[in-house]
């Protein structure tokens, strides 16, 4: 094989692994933010703060991927090892739950 296609193999297998380890979060709406009982601001902040804080260890879980409940118990967990404040806590608690799955 040449080197000019085992490169151009190598680059495509390199940009598939990268593709599929990201991870698109929604973008909260209006109709999350009444469903939540939050603002669209505050879910945004939530969205946010995930992002930025969460992202470092690992990979990024869909809200929906766990019940209320379950999301209830995961955060107090990476709250300590993220050694995030209770303010950035509650804001991605808002975040997830509004697409949680119901208890």
């Known amino acids: 094989m040449k080197a000019k ?3 151009i193999i190598l680059t495509i297998s ?3 692994v990268i593709a599929a380890c990201s991870q698109i979060m929604y973008i909260p ?3 999350d933010a009444q469903r939540a009982g939050e603002s669209l601001e505050t879910l ?3 969205k946010m703060t ?3 804080n969460c992202a470092k260890c690992h990979g990024l879980f869909s809200p929906e ?3 209320q409940q379950k999301w209830a118990k995961i955060m107090p967990v990476m709250q300590k090892k993220a050694k995030i404040s209770n303010e950035e806590a509650s ?3 808002k975040y997830v739950n509004a ?3 119901q208890n």
Do not use: D, H, P
């Open 5 to 7: 296609t085992k490169f």
């Open 14 to 16: 390199v940009m598939v």
């Open 29 to 31: 709406t209006n109709e």
């Open 44 to 46: 945004n902040q939530g």
């Open 50 to 52: 995930y992002e930025k």
């Open 65 to 67: 991927r766990f019940t």
């Open 91 to 93: 804001l991605i608690s």
């Open 99 to 101: 697409r949680a799955k």
